[in-house]
């Protein structure tokens, strides 16, 4: 009981909760759509599918610092509540945003991981949209996919919601841009969702949910065709209407 009482979540202290809104939406998100789209030239694909989506665990490939605020941004005005390892809390300035972002803090000791998923299942299953990676850690600009850890997956089958995958990938400069900008820019890329099998038993569930998300991310990032919204949007409707 003593470690369950330690291991809170940020979100949920009283006075950041009261903090946050402001911070999130009036300082944060303006600055950050400023830099992602100025800068980046971010490109968000198939941003409709996720207005169908009520519920679900957030995944995507880690290959940017800025890559949690780029799926902030797609999923805006509805904010993402990310994971975040233990060790980033104790950053000065980092540990801070983090806490003020919401973040959740995933411990080292098997009690604080296990007080972790039991606390993430309960916000996934009530609606909050969770922002987990997948691999891990971060490679900067990575084009390909790192083995995933089954925990994302884990909690999308307690909460019994779907994963939805998204993807960030490098784009070609165009323009007279490309004779003087060495980065490419980005695109954010969103997936239809993948849903439990819980005709499966439970190892069994999350481990194909984990193989089928994998290859659909290892797909979205090697298409650079655009995807017909329209089409992807009653693809999804129809999941939403089978799961219910």
């Known amino acids: 009981m003593r470690n369950n009482r ?3 979540f940020y979100c949920d202290r009283p006075l950041l909760s009261i903090l946050r809104f402001p911070f999130y939406y009036f300082v944060a998100m303006p600055i950050l759509a400023l830099i992602n789209f100025g800068y980046f030239r971010l490109r968000i694909e198939n941003r409709k599918l996720l207005k169908i989506m009520k519920k679900g665990v957030i995944v995507c490939n880690h290959m940017h610092y800025l890559d949690c605020t780029m799926i902030d941004l797609a999923t805006f005005p509805r904010q993402v509540i990310f994971v ?3 060790r980033n809390f104790k950053i000065p300035i980092a540990g801070l945003i983090l806490r003020l972002g919401g973040c959740l803090e995933l411990g080292d000791s098997f009690q604080e991981i296990r007080t972790f998923l039991a606390n993430a299942v309960i916000k996934a299953r009530n609606g909050i949209l969770l922002g987990i990676y997948p691999e891990g850690n971060l490679i900067l600009h990575n ?3 790192q083995p995933f850890k ?3 997956f884990f909690v999308a089958y307690e909460a019994q919601v779907p994963v939805i ?5 490098h784009r070609e400069v165009n323009g007279f841009r490309r004779f003087y900008r060495k980065k490419p820019y980005l ?6 969702p993948i849903h439990p099998n819980l005709a499966l038993p439970k190892g069994e569930a999350i481990k194909s949910m984990c ?5 659909a991310m290892m ?3 090697g298409d650079e065709v655009w995807m017909d919204p329209s089409s992807s949007i009653q693809s999804a409707e129809v999941e939403v209407q089978n799961e219910s």
């Open 6 to 8: 330690k291991h809170k």
């Open 165 to 169: 995958p998204m993807v960030i990938k």
């Open 211 to 215: 193989d089928r998300t994998y290859s």
């Open 187 to 192: 695109t954010l890329k969103v997936g239809l």
């Open 84 to 86: 975040s390892q233990k």
């Open 143 to 145: 084009k390909t996919l």
């Open 150 to 152: 089954k925990g994302a």
């Open 219 to 221: 797909e979205m990032m």
